[in-house]
């Protein structure tokens, strides 16, 4: 894989598969944004990712629930690179809850970053792509939760199911542009957030009986 004098944005990436996706873009010749909300860590990631490949990197903290956020993120990015051609939509939370028990307002957060964010910055990323004619490619990592539900994951679920069919419609959508959308639906890899599920005997037992457990780089 050749992505020589590519440029990607990666959300999520200080850590996790975010992380792993940031380097192994750099590793085949992008030019990576490694955005985060912790914008710290994002920094660390994204300076021992240049060391590592020689390729350049750039990290910009971004609170993907914040619309004008995203717009920054891409603004910076042009301004630093001159173009964003892939784009992973990878920044996601968890808000533990059953449908009896799950405050509505955190059902909201969930979906707000791990759904509508995802339709946010893949229309102002489509839209530079058209504007500069540029055959590019959005990744949404979604989740086999998309279609295995957990009951006391029900936002989290809802958000990879959504997003499933956001993907699909985004992609017939913007084909005739030469832009390809695809999801990626991994299984159970030991993530940060896969650990705070785990904590939950009935979910980590409904998990194991389904997919086998992976770390990141396994």
């Known amino acids: 894989m050749d992505l020589k004098n590519k440029v990607a944005i990666v959300t999520g990436a200080a850590h996790g598969i975010g992380e792993a996706c940031a380097r192994e873009f750099s590793r085949h010749g992008a030019e990576v944004v490694v955005s985060d909300i912790d914008s710290e860590a994002a920094q660390k990631t994204a300076a021992a990712i240049s060391r590592e490949t020689g390729q350049r990197t750039h990290a910009i903290k971004c609170d993907v629930s914040d619309d004008g956020a995203c717009q920054s993120l891409l603004s910076e990015t042009v301004q630093e690179f001159g173009r964003c051609d892939i784009l992973v939509n990878n920044a996601g939370i968890i808000k533990t809850g059953t449908v ?5 307002d955190d059902f909201d957060k969930v979906l707000r970053i791990n759904l509508r964010s995802c339709f946010v910055l893949t229309q102002l990323v489509a ?57 990626i639906g991994p299984g159970s890899i030991m993530t940060d957030i896969l650990k705070v599920v785990m904590n939950d005997e009935a979910a980590r037992r409904n998990i194991l009986a389904r997919t086998p457990l992976r770390r990141v780089g396994e």
């Open 100 to 104: 009896l028990d799950l405050d509505p």
């Open 127 to 183: 839209k530079q792509m058209v504007e500069k004619k540029i055959a590019g490619s959005i990744i949404n990592m979604s989740s086999l939760n998309s279609v295995l539900a957990i009951p006391n994951q029900i936002a989290y679920v809802t958000s990879k199911g959504g997003l499933q069919q956001l993907t699909k419609a985004s992609a017939l959508g913007l084909a005739e542009y030469n832009i390809r959308v695809n999801a």
